[in-house]
Every structure is written in structure tokens, then in C-alpha cells.
Nanobody, 128 residues
Framework: QLQLVESGGGLVQPGGSLRLSCATSEYTLNGYTIGWFRQAPGKEREGVSCISSSGATADYQDSVQGRFTISRDNVKNTVSLHLNGLKPEDTAVYYC?????????????????????WGPGTQVTVSS
């Protein structure tokens, strides 16, 4: 059972930056497609970004394109989401999720239903 843990959330002013990390202590993230999701109070969970197991393909929600950057380090066994130019509407609990890539090493998805393993989430609050 792959166990994920997110870190790096916090309170930041509008326009500020954060770096979220997704890691696992017992297994490797190599061979897994990784997605980042967020859920604000009263709203459905939405896909923010994803990265293929090879690292060659990444995808972003339109609202974060150009502000957020996803990356993975298969040596350090982590996947990061860099959040820049944060806005109050980015406030949410952020989750990372993983699914075995199998044959799809160059693809990723932003649909929650595609993922098997989830972290507990980390809170990001953007407020002045």
C-alpha cells in the first residue's frame, strides 16, 4: 500500500509563493503517475496539475497555467508543485495522488477517479 504525504502548505499573502512536496517513505514514486488536486470548502475536488512517470509530460488546469510548476525528482523520490503568484481563490487543501503508470509512462491525468493512492492533504491559505 503506497502511502503519500504532502508538505509545504501554509499561510501566504496574495502574490506570494509556496512549494508543495509529495513523498513516500516506504516505496519509490518511480513508475507512478502523480497528480496534484485541491479542494476548497463547499467545492468539488479538482485537478490542478499532473506529471507522467517519465517526467516528460505535465499538464495544468487553465487557472494555474503559468503560475504553478510541477516537477519530479526520481532520485530524491519526491514530486513538487511550485505555486507562484498565489491568489485568494487558490486557497484550498492540496492533495497529491498516485497511480501505477503501467504502459502510460508519457501520460498523466487530472481526473481524481484515475488515481489509486492519496495523501492526507496540506492546507494552503492565501490571504492578506
Amino acid at each position: 500500500q503506497l502511502q503519500l504525504v504532502e508538505s509545504g502548505g501554509g499561510l501566504v499573502q496574495p502574490g506570494g509563493s509556496l512549494r508543495l512536496s509529495c513523498a513516500t517513505s516506504e516505496y519509490t514514486l518511480n513508475g507512478y503517475t502523480i497528480g496534484w488536486f485541491r479542494q476548497a470548502p463547499g467545492k468539488e475536488r479538482e485537478g490542478v496539475s499532473c506529471i507522467s512517470s517519465s517526467g516528460a509530460t505535465a499538464d495544468y488546469q487553465d487557472s494555474v497555467q503559468g503560475r504553478f510548476t510541477i516537477s519530479r525528482d526520481n532520485v530524491k523520490n519526491t514530486v513538487s508543485l511550485h505555486l507562484n503568484g498565489l491568489k485568494p481563490e487558490d486557497t484550498a487543501v492540496y492533495y497529491c495522488a498516485a497511480v501505477p503508470a503501467s504502459y502510460w509512462r508519457e501520460r498523466c491525468w487530472r481526473e481524481p477517479r484515475m488515481y489509486d493512492y492519496w495523501g492526507p492533504g496540506t492546507q494552503v491559505t492565501v490571504s492578506s
